[in-house]
């Protein structure tokens, strides 16, 4: 079972368009960020290669070729904003190669937003031409209800992001990993009481990080370092960072098993150094 980080900055990506700040012109590859995502690669129970991924980015295109993704067997949706599923159009590719249709994962007012967006996907039979479409199999989830996903263990997880619920996801793996129990909390500002169960007994958590300053809806950094220490993890690993944190610099300053994640990251079977 692999974990792979597709993507690790804020909507606008890094480096931002027309900024010549130095994060923006660093050489450090850990500083060029395209929109947050990841893909959890693993084999099924009956020996089957299965990739989900958690959200569609924008740049999953680029993000699938640069990590040699073969197929999509599903998509966990965090929530409805544009950074986060302005890239589904791109799973028809996946459909092709694996002959098979994508199963999508979301909470009904998503499944919701997806349908307006992608009207030529899910109304297809309305197309004037016979079009080059996903083949996608919606599943409304319910916040309360964990579900097996080809043999992983799937619970979503309540957070906030601002005045909008959205989901984060704990993964647990169906045998011994050095990496799972792992928790994908993006856009966050707040976690209700009621989730904080379910960031029980983790191994990583991977957590919202946007910048030092206070924004309304994203954890800072600071912030999501209380969170982290609170939570316990074995490591924490930051994610959906803007142009105002450099990797190495940010690192540095991080408390023991809290570091930034970067695009193109892989937690695999081995154990972490």
Same mark, same amino acid.
């Given at each position: ?18 900024? &010549? ?103 297809? =039979? ?48 169906? =045998? ?17 009481? =009621? ?12 957590? &919202? ?63 972490? =150094?």
């Amino acid at each position: 079972m692999r974990f792979t980080f597709l993507g690790t900055g804020t909507s606008s990506g890094v480096p931002a368009i027309a900024c &010549d700040c130095a994060v923006c012109a660093s050489a450090d590859p850990r500083d060029h960020r395209l929109r947050t995502g990841a893909a959890i690669r693993f084999v099924d129970p009956h020996g089957h290669d299965r990739t989900v991924l958690i959200d569609a980015t924008p740049d999953l295109r680029q993000q699938a070729i640069r990590a040699g993704l073969r197929r999509c067997d599903a998509i966990l949706f965090t929530h409805n904003h544009v950074d986060h599923t302005f890239g589904l159009d791109e799973v028809r590719r996946f459909n092709v190669v694996q002959r098979s249709p994508v199963d999508v994962f979301a909470e009904p007012s998503t499944l919701a937003h997806l349908r307006r967006v992608y009207t030529h996907i899910f109304d297809h =039979e309305a197309n004037v031409n016979d079009s080059f479409v996903a083949t996608l199999i919606p599943h409304p989830l319910d916040p309360d209800s964990p579900f097996d996903l080809f043999g992983l263990r799937v619970t979503p997880v309540r957070l906030l992001h601002g005045r909008l619920p959205v989901l984060g996801f704990r993964f647990d793996a169906p =045998e011994p990993h050095p990496h799972f129990p792992l928790a994908y909390c993006t856009d966050v500002s707040a976690i209700p009481p =009621e989730s904080w169960p379910r960031l029980r007994g983790l191994r990583t958590l991977v957590l &919202d990080a946007l910048r030092r300053r206070k924004h309304p809806t994203h954890l800072t950094l600071d912030e999501a370092v209380n969170i982290a220490d609170r939570v316990g993890a074995r490591r924490t690993l930051f994610v959906h960072m803007a142009h105002d944190l450099a990797h190495a610099e940010t690192d540095a300053s991080l408390p023991e098993g809290m570091r930034l994640a970067y695009d193109g990251l892989t937690l695999g079977p081995e154990i972490p =150094e």
